[in-house]
């Protein structure tokens, strides 16, 4: 092989490697964000989060660990009233609007607000972009 073929080979390789790197530590970076914003869900999971990020002392250990047990509960409790407000919110809308919309704009309209009792669905399970009635393809 002559110089010039080695030379593109090897740019061409690197450049696949990059894209390659580049998309895993972008998968690696998206996850970390996912699992830290799931770890302040459950209060113990809070704790435990928070009790890593102090590391206190023996000394500070009980102390911290009853201010985090009272704050845990509390952000659970606002987790929870903040779900059960928006779900109204969306029913309320829902129903403003029913006698208003077609079946067909119904459909699609519940096909974005979520259930009350549905799983929510993944990120990568929802349409990213959207076609509305004026951008069909």
Known sequence: MNYKIK???IIIITLI?????GAMLNRALIQHK???AFSLQKPSYFISNFEKIIDPDEAQ????????????KRVSEIRTNFRKEMEEAFESMKKE???ILTAEQRKRLSKKIPHPHQKVRHFWKRERFPQYPSQKR
Do not use: Q
Not at 17 to 21: A, P, Q
């Open 7 to 9: 030379l593109t080979l």
């Open 97 to 99: 609007m029913d006698s």
């Open 61 to 72: 250990a009980k102390l911290i660990r009853e201010i985090l047990e009272k704050h845990a």
């Open 17 to 21: 490697f990059g894209v390659f790197m």
């Open 34 to 36: 996912i699992r830290r």
